[in-house]
């Protein structure tokens, strides 16, 4: 069985955007399952953390309209 939106994945769509593969970090929050609200409570979780993996809100912005982009072709 496959979990979904698991810190563990939010933590390589985090990478993937630090490492500058933004369509790739799109990607994986399709087929991660990622929403806005999700991506929202994995930030807030490892802020608790005390771990901010991405420290721009606006960067999120813009993968959340990648991924809704993919999202769209593909239904």
Known sequence: ????RTQEQFGEICESML?????QAAQE??????????IRKAQESANDDGFAIIDDDL?????????????????
């Not at 991660?32 to 999700?38: Q, R």
Request: with cysteine.
């Open 1 to 4: 069985m496959k979990t979904y």
């Open 19 to 23: 490492n500058g593969n933004w369509s």
């Open 29 to 38: 929050c399709v087929d991660f399952g990622f929403y806005a609200g999700d």
């Open 59 to 75: 960067d999120f912005v813009e993968l959340i309209e990648m991924a809704t982009e993919i999202r769209n072709k593909e239904s």
